[in-house]
């Protein structure tokens, strides 16, 4: 339970997101933009996302570990927001939700981000998580408290994502 809270901001970088972008709608969006976003979408799908966290001004011997499950990701019909459906477990609490979240984009590279973003009972979290070749790496921010976190993105078998459902 000690890292249970890290643990949630990871959760929470990669659910929510408080950042308005300039709005487009999708008849504006680039033949290339486009591609990107179904790849990205293609990509966070069905996936369970597996790695550790460190916290800064900690022994950074052995790193806590952290999974969770991304269900599903849809691109929304304005701005760089997307909606993701993601089992969440916290404490005694698992749920699946749909959250938007906002997505920039580092050119080709897809960056989820978080800024300062108070959830009720649990505190303000704040990261930026960059997803590359079924990799992700990043920083959090929860409170006084963050690090870094990364790991390896693995698609769900289709019998486990249907247990899921």
């Known amino acids: 339970m000690k890292y249970a809270v890290t643990i949630v901001s990871l959760l929470t970088t990669l659910l929510l997101s408080t950042t308005a972008f300039a709005q487009e709608t999708s008849k504006e969006v680039s033949a290339e933009k486009q591609k990107l976003y179904e790849l990205f979408e293609q990509k966070m799908s069905g996936v369970k996302l597996i790695g550790q966290f460190t916290i800064l001004g900690k022994e950074q011997n052995q790193l806590p570990k952290e999974e969770y499950t991304i269900r599903s990701v849809k691109k ?90």
Do not use: C
């Open 76 to 165: 929304a019909p304005l701005g760089e927001q997307w909606l993701f459906e993601a089992n969440i477990k916290y404490g005694d609490k698992d749920v699946t939700v749909p959250l938007p979240i906002d997505v920039e984009w580092a050119g080709k590279t897809p960056v989820i981000t978080l800024t300062d973003f108070t959830i009720p009972g649990m505190g303000t979290f704040s990261s930026r998580v960059v997803i590359y070749k079924n990799k992700y790496a990043g920083t959090w921010t929860h409170g006084k408290v963050g690090g870094h976190l990364f790991g390896t993105i693995e698609k769900l078998d289709s019998s486990a994502a249907e247990e899921k459902n």
